[in-house]
């Protein structure tokens, strides 16, 4: 059944498209990181994030949460003794590297805690106990994260106990706690864009459009796909929603919605009979999505456009192994001059390993039309001002010259305001010592008083 409706599909890829040809090829061996204990644990989030200079990924930790940061350079035999990041009590269920500071990373963990780590340059020397900051106000485990993309220091997290909280984290406050919208376990959170909406899929099968900062529902479509089974969403281009899920029959879809007419998808596709949560990855610069099914051992991927039946199927990557976790590389991290569309970074077991999206083309030469201008690392707003109402639009870069990918190694500054309890206990002290060396004083002088006495 599969095979003929896959064929079936690509029998319509008559249409013309640069991306007809895309093909996806994993590394060679020593590109990729071995000997690496991933994660068991039963959670469908990524368990990987990647930037220009790093790979982090979710490990296997007795008795608490841990996961590895790896600088990109350092492929091979990744040894036992490897530093890792481990300051959480319970397992960690998502991490993800903030976009506008590759030293910066978030974890949410099984222990209801966000924890924000900065990554040393070069890598850890050392095991990572202690977080920057550390952001409290979940009451069940924390098992998804996403940073704001234009505004400086906004984080969304989502917990068990059905509730979404944005944070400014450099001020460790909870700013908007969104709290009595959805009545079950939230499958998925992300932002579109600008980062002025967020966009959530929920247990109770209903998919919403939050307005962030109100914390409101602005529109909400139910059963977007009629399984039980989970489902995910993400933007795609012009405010259009893309979803998965799964039919009454537990089969695996793909939808595409219009958020101003959320009465009907504009396409409602049957993928197979697997059942493993399809997380899509979608590219702005190219239309097109990809879909990794956790446990699967392929990547589709799709082209979605405005022509019917707008979600078009391009072609499949498929491999032995299967994907316990899957990251997805920054444009500013691809190498253009191979025309490198996409780098996904694939978890197995006991490694991980890099799997490039090419476009084939004869040139040498830079392919304009393959690399519009992309989002770049710097944010656009602060998060004060964003939280005030201000918000900001995405500041793009072009990857001609070869953008200078990483960013730059800028101190994490949190704000005074996280310094208030430390300056009163620091007063106190001050008082408490101050008393102390009276009390001494006076002692000494009854000693020398009965002293002299005798």
């Known amino acids: 059944g599969c095979r003929f409706q896959e064929f079936t599909m690509s029998r319509q890829v008559v249409r013309s498209s640069k991306f007809r040809h895309v093909f996806g090829q994993a590394v060679k061996t020593d590109q990729c990181y071995d000997d690496i204990r991933i994660?068991?644990?039963t959670w469908d989030s990524n368990f990987c994030s990647v930037n220009p200079k790093f790979v982090a990924m979710i490990v296997d930790a007795s008795g608490g949460g841990s996961f590895i940061v790896l600088p990109l350079s350092k492929s091979?035999?990744?040894?036992?003794?490897?530093?890792?990041?481990?300051?959480?009590?319970?397992?960690v269920l998502d991490i993800e590297f903030c976009p506008h500071n590759d030293n910066i990373i978030a974890s949410g963990s099984e222990d209801c805690s966000v924890m924000i780590w900065?990554?040393?340059?070069?890598?850890l020397t050392a095991p990572l106990t202690d977080p920057v900051v550390k952001l409290d106000g979940h009451?069940?485990?924390?098992?998804?994260?996403?940073?704001?993309?234009?505004?400086?220091?906004?984080?969304?997290?989502?917990?068990c106990d059905n509730v979404v909280i944005l944070w400014n984290v450099a001020r460790g406050e909870a700013v908007v706690r969104i709290d009595s919208v959805h009545t079950d376990l939230i499958y998925s959170a992300c932002w579109n864009r600008d980062g002025s909406k967020i966009l959530t899929s929920c247990?109770?099968?209903t998919m919403r459009v939050l307005d962030p900062r109100k914390g409101t529902v602005l529109i909400e479509k139910e059963k977007p796909h009629e399984g039980s089974r989970p489902t995910r969403a993400v933007f795609v281009s012009d405010g259009k929603i893309l979803s998965t899920g799964f039919s009454r029959m537990s089969e695996r879809q793909v939808a595409l919605w219009d958020p101003n007419n959320f009465g009907e998808p504009l396409t409602l596709q049957e993928l197979d009979t697997s059942s493993g949560v399809l997380l899509p990855f979608f590219d702005p610069d190219t239309g097109i999505v990809y879909l990794c099914g956790k446990g699967d051992s392929s990547i589709r991927y799709f082209e979605i456009t405005d022509e019917a039946p707008y979600v078009h199927y391009l072609s499949m990557y498929s491999s032995k192994e299967s994907q316990k976790g899957m990251g997805c590389m920054p444009k500013r991290g691809l190498e253009v001059n191979k025309c490198e569309i996409t780098r996904f970074y694939k978890l197995h077991e006991r490694k991980c390993e890099p799997v490039v999206m090419t476009v084939p083309r004869k040139s040498d030469l830079f392919q304009e039309d393959l690399y519009p201008d992309t989002i770049g690392p710097e944010p656009s707003v602060e998060a004060d001002d964003w939280f005030q109402g201000k918000d900001g639009q995405p500041i793009l870069i072009s990857l001609k010259d070869g953008f200078g990918?990483?960013?730059?190694?800028?101190?994490?500054?949190v704000h005074k305001s996280l310094l208030k309890t430390t300056t009163a206990s620091v007063q106190s002290l001050r008082k408490e010592v101050k008393n102390l060396n009276a009390a001494i004083e006076e002692l000494t002088k009854r000693v020398k008083e009965l002293e002299s006495k005798h």
């Not at 530093?83 to 009590?89: F, I």
């Not at 900065?118 to 890598?123: A, L, Q, R, S, V």
């Open 39 to 41: 994660s068991q644990m």
């Open 76 to 91: 091979g035999r990744i040894d036992m003794s490897y530093p890792t990041v481990c300051g959480h009590t319970g397992p």
């Open 118 to 123: 900065e990554i040393p340059e070069g890598g």
């Open 139 to 159: 009451s069940k485990r924390v098992g998804i994260l996403s940073w704001h993309p234009t505004a400086h220091n906004v984080l969304l997290s989502a917990g």
């Open 203 to 205: 247990k109770d099968k």
């Open 405 to 413: 990918a990483t960013t730059k190694a800028k101190e994490f500054k």
